[in-house]
């Protein structure tokens, strides 16, 4: 439309309205750090009791110094160091196996909706529960313990050396269906025109996975490598539950030895000092992880599914199948036995084996109901409803201002390794402060103080998540929020398809942590607070004698995480791979 | 917008945290409520709370169950900040004084009704600092009845004779014993008796005052190599890995579950679990004395003498006034009563706690308790602090050294390793102290 003026003659063209028409507000340049308030109050709770461990560890009687340090001199130090190490060389090579079972998941499509639910249960368990169910497996009376029945004259399964194989099988029962299960989520997102193209070039094999598999999925490596290191470096509840006492000292590691320093010794310098060392171990593998992370996450993610396919030859699918089943039966077997076992009086469960008919019956669950596991469920779902509730409300606005917000470009990038740090670090880094701050406040004993602990401990991970979906708006829309002529909520409208889906696994996942949390509860909590996973440690004391009740109180406690996980599962994954799509 | 609700639900948090009572206390865990560290647990923690319930106290009480890591719940900078501690170790009250509030006088029970030995772990400085709710016999061996009947055996009167024992039950095909190796605390029990019998000067000596040193009294050593005896003497090499793993239940079901083994050393507290597994298929010996001639001159091997333990319940320096009641309440002659009558395996350090509810073996026991109370010692590991724990471990390297050599073997080289450990273990404590 052209307007003649006088001599100039105006021409007024139309232009798309990209965002809702709503009345514009005046542009307050402070209200945007708001929003990251919650968050920094919540973070405190751990940044500042790792300052002060910092502070303690350096600290000796006579100034600074690394006085404190001679602790790792001692041959226990060395020794839990080296089985920390090595445990992070499992957590590695569970990330290739898990590769490799992706690989055969996708060659093998009918199979998968079977054998995906089979090797994600054990993920959504505690690692106390599959601590039992494999001690209760390895039993090295022949009477009681599968293998030992099966195999007769076997080794003692738990006895020294051996009980490594005990513990390693946990760990990777635990956490092969995380690995796989993300892979196979990044090997279906590879577009199928890049699929037809490389075979259209002829590249099979190896030299296809080199040339593109494995540099598409780089950044789901990453993820799962930094997983799986800080579960490794967590190993803690695992072997205080599965390896007997003689041999606990053999299988010690760093986050155990500093429990017993801390307890052991009257001065906190030489266990602060060995929180700093576990400390920074995993720092530095997630600070390098994070390299590749950084750059992908910021990524608008393609969130379409893609059609499952095969393109395998009949005689690899046989071999798929094969392995499949295979696999899905011994993932399964755990849970098998566990529920046997729950279902055993007793009496029945300390004599024989689960497979035995005599002694079947409810009284295990009698038993552990009167140990307190009613009351615990309880006291556990307050605990994880709060933490979930806190980080959501508190993480979703912070990671909208590290999105969106409008930060300095380095300041942005500060605050993102500062959360990659804290979602890394572990516990022993803070619980001792935070124990005196609660005892000052009088809150020990409190839910409340457990479930700031556990949102304070889940806040960066869902921040760096969430940032990661909001990342995806389109940019133009989010410099109209920031002028103030859109609302905040339609950013949120537009993202919602990779919004919602990490939502969905920052709060599932913090509920499944939070629920089966033991270490925070043993070093923060009070009784009143006692949470199930605390009961049923108490309860495998007497291993033998209670692992009819220690497998009732661990059926009752999976109940609520495995359906909960497995209801969501494929949203989590979604979620969790988030901006990490090519 | 986020920041709102995130404002919203704060709020609500704050108005439900900041509410002085009613059922979101209770669904919170705030509100006064006296916090009780116990190791007990499964069918015990279940005793302990039929005893809290019977003593209807009109405040709550929550139990924090520790399992053996019950000294994690004592100390200056511990998690759990219990207002009071069922201490399994007596031991321990000593070295936490200064966290540790005294009882007051005024409501200490009267007449006094605790054995003379509970004095010197439990009052300093004429305060005090905790009381006796449960004794531990811990010179108890359980054995199965039908094995001995079987093969015409009478129980044991001394050391000589049960190692006899020990052999025939070999040599006819019976392994004599089930040892929990698992359990750190079995073995130093087991040791300590055979110290407590053959030299109980040298035991004396080093349960009292000033610093002492296990690796060199000569005593420790000779009881090694007795203690060394009776272990090597049970079961082949293979029954040493599985004793190892074994722990103080796995024996008892080793014994009268699967009855692979005769008998089992093992405190009063035992016997629920024996009960439940042997179907009244059991009896008990006291452990017997040792009746070696000491080989150094000054030692007596004199008449019995008892290893006992027991729990005492403390209250931690400010605690609130609740848990001073709760553990006057405690002390009650009739406290224990459910315990001792619904689950059994429990003595009453009491002397005024009836005897009609005890199970005939729990009134044996109870009865050689209290007639034998100037014989009564407590155990020595408790009394020995990180050396005393430290000690649990070098036995059970001791026994995967001896364990299945036959009790004719030469254990010189065992005995001499374990001492090594011990002087070891001694340097290394000096150095964190020092």
Known sequence: ?582 | MPSRRAFLAAAALTAATSGCAGPADALLGVGPVVRVAVSWSAAELEAFRAVLDSLDVGYRVDLIPLGDEIATAFGSRTAHRPDVVMLPRPGLVRTHLRELDPLPDDLLPQPWPYAEVWRPMLCHAGRWYGLPFKSAHKSTVWYRRSVFDDHGLPPPQGWREWLALNRTLSERGVTPLALPGADGWMLTDFFENVLLGYAPDAYDRLTGPGPVSLSDEPAVSQALGLLGQMWASTGSADGVQRALVQQFSDAVVEVFGYQRAAMVVAPDFAEPLVRDFARGDFEIFTFPTVDEAPATPGHRSGPLRLLIGGDVAVVRAGSIPEARDLVIRLTDPQAALPWIRDYHGFLAPNKDTPYRDYTPEARKLAGQLSANGPALRFDLSDQLGPLGEGLGTVLQGFLAQVGGRGDRADLTVPVEWARRRLAELERRLGEFRG
């Open chain 1, 1 to 582: 439309m052209a307007l003649p003026i006088g001599e100039i003659e105006l021409e007024v063209v139309g232009r798309e309205i990209t965002g809702r028409p709503v009345p514009g507000r005046p542009r307050r340049p402070y209200s945007p750090y708001l929003r990251g308030l919650p968050a920094l109050l919540l973070a405190s709770l751990l940044l500042v009791p790792i300052l002060v461990t910092t502070a303690t560890a350096v600290r000796t009687p006579d100034g600074l110094g690394l006085g404190n340090f001679t602790v790792l001199g001692t041959e226990q130090a060395r020794h839990a160091i080296l089985n920390s190490v090595a445990w992070i060389g499992v957590a590695l090579a569970l990330v290739g196996f898990g590769f490799c079972v992706a690989l055969v998941g996708q060659r093998v499509p009918a199979l998968w909706p079977l054998l995906h639910p089979v090797l994600i249960l054990p993920f959504a368990v505690s690692a106390l529960v599959s601590g039992a169910a494999f001690r209760i497996i390895f039993d090295p009376a022949p009477e009681r313990g599968t293998v030992s029945a099966l195999l007769g004259d076997s080794p003692v399964w738990l006895g020294p050396g051996w009980f490594w194989v005990v513990l390693i099988s946990a760990f990777i029962w635990t956490w092969l269906g995380y690995v796989t299960s993300l892979f196979r989520a990044g090997l279906d997102a590879i577009p199928d025109d890049l699929v037809r193209t490389v075979k259209a070039e002829g590249l099979r094999g190896w030299r296809r996975l080199l040339a593109v598999e494995l540099p598409i999925l780089r950044p789901i490596s990453g993820i799962v490598t930094l997983t799986l290191v800080v579960a490794a470096a967590r190993v803690f509840d695992l072997v205080l539950i599965t390896v007997p006492g003689p041999m606990q000292d053999d299988a010690s590691v760093l986050a155990l030895y500093w429990w017993r320093t801390s307890n052991a010794m009257p001065e906190p310098g030489p266990s602060a000092a060995l929180a700093l060392v576990l400390f920074a171990i995993v720092a530095c593998v997630a600070l390098c992880g994070m390299r590749g992370l950084r750059r992908s996450w910021a990524m608008p993610a393609s969130t379409i599914p893609q059609p499952a396919r095969s393109t395998a030859s009949p005689a690899h699918r046989r071999l798929g199948w094969t392995m499949g089943v295979l696999l899905g039966l011994s993932w399964l077997f755990p849970t098998l036995i566990l529920v046997m076992t729950a279902f055993h009086t007793p009496r029945a469960a300390a004599l024989h084996g689960w497979w035995a008919p005599a002694g079947l019956g409810i009284e295990s669950f009698t038993a552990a109901s009167t140990a307190g596991l009613w009351q615990a469920l309880l006291s556990t779902l307050v605990i994880a409803g709060l933490a979930t509730v806190l980080v959501r409300v508190v993480a979703v606005p912070m990671a909208y201002l590290l999105a969106w917000g409008g930060l300095a470009e380095w300041f942005g990038k500060v605050v993102v390794t500062v959360l990659v740090v804290l979602a890394v670090t572990p516990l022993p880094m803070y619980a001792e402060p935070l124990r005196d701050l609660f005892d000052l406040l009088g809150l020990t004993g409190s839910r409340i103080s457990l479930a700031l602990v556990h949102a304070a401990a889940g806040l960066p991970f869902a921040v760096l998540l969430l940032r990661a979906a909001f990342a995806s708006a389109p940019p133009s829309l989010i410099a109209e929020t920031l002028r103030g002529e859109v609302r905040d909520s339609a950013v949120l409208t537009q993202v919602r398809q990779t919004y919602r889906p990490a939502l969905i696994a920052v709060m599932v996942l913090e509920f499944v942590l939070v629920w089966n949390d033991f270490i925070v509860g043993l070093l923060i909590s009070g009784p009143g607070s006692t949470p199930l996973s605390l009961v049923l440690w108490g309860e495998a004391r007497q291993f033998a004698t209670s692992a009819g009740t220690v497998a009732a109180a661990a059926v009752v406690m999976s109940v609520v995480p495995v359906a909960l996980l497995l209801r969501f599962w494929p949203t989590v994954v979604r979620g969790l791979t988030v901006g990490t799509k090519p």
